[in-house]
């Protein structure tokens, strides 16, 4: 399932590691320890397109891509980024080189008020649709998800599938903050911040 990323640094260790901690380990009858192959990505970019989100009610469709989601207002000198590690048994080392990855998305969202709602059918649906690939690589993971939001911040939940391999699981956090609109007004672009944790549905043992 993993995209075999190697990387950490770019984005700093803390937001990476703190994803790391979240790998689920068991540990089997026969007392080997075995963690869940995951990949742990942090992003940052603007939605590429967006219904106008209303300052309450209605609802719409979205798409966001991590290489060319440049945002057009007050963060628009910041560059959209993707980064991330794959990691099986624990922490890289420290040496490890940074490693781009790229994430589209499409969607649909309903609004409660600004800032609050929903995408993809959450909190039970996951129609929400996303590849997530190392930049270069042609193995990529496809998410089926949904988001729930609250005052600006929401919980990812959803599924992943690597070619044959699915049955695995995406869990993460993101922040939308307004780009060009302020909720008083029509909201016509969002930045969104986050990380996410895409995890294998078989455990593998640790050497």
């Known amino acids: 399932m993993t995209i075999r990323f190697k990387f950490v640094g770019l984005l700093g260790t803390a937001a990476v590691a703190a994803a ?3 790998a689920p380990t068991i540990r089997a009858s026969a007392q080997v320890e075995m963690v869940l192959p995951s990949d742990a990505i942090v992003f940052s970019a603007c939605t590429t397109s967006l219904t106008p989100v209303q ?3 209605g609802g719409g469709s979205y798409t966001f891509d991590s290489n060319t989601g ?13 980064q991330g590690i794959s990691f099986v048994t624990d922490l890289p080392d420290a040496g490890d080189p940074a490693g781009p990855c790229h994430i589209n998305a499409t969607g649909s969202y309903v609004n409660i008020v600004c800032g609050t ?8 649906g996951q129609s929400d ?3 997530v690939d190392a930049e270069g690589a042609t193995a990529y993971v496809t998410l089926r998800y949904g988001i729930t939001f609250v005052a600006g911040l929401g919980v990812i939940t959803g599924n992943a599938t690597a070619g044959d391999d699915a049955g695995g699981w995406a869990l993460g956090v993101v922040q939308i903050l307004p780009e060009v609109g302020n909720c008083v007004t029509p909201v016509s672009e969002f930045r969104a911040n986050g990380v996410a944790l895409v995890t294998d549905a078989m455990p593998v043992p640790l050497p």
Request: hydrophobic letters at 35%.
């Open 20 to 22: 790391l901690a979240a």
């Open 129 to 131: 649709t996303a590849t």
């Open 70 to 82: 440049t945002c057009h207002g007050a963060t628009a000198a910041v560059a959209p980024t993707c």
């Open 117 to 124: 709602g929903t995408t993809g059918g959450a909190p039970l």
């Open 55 to 57: 300052p309450q009610g």
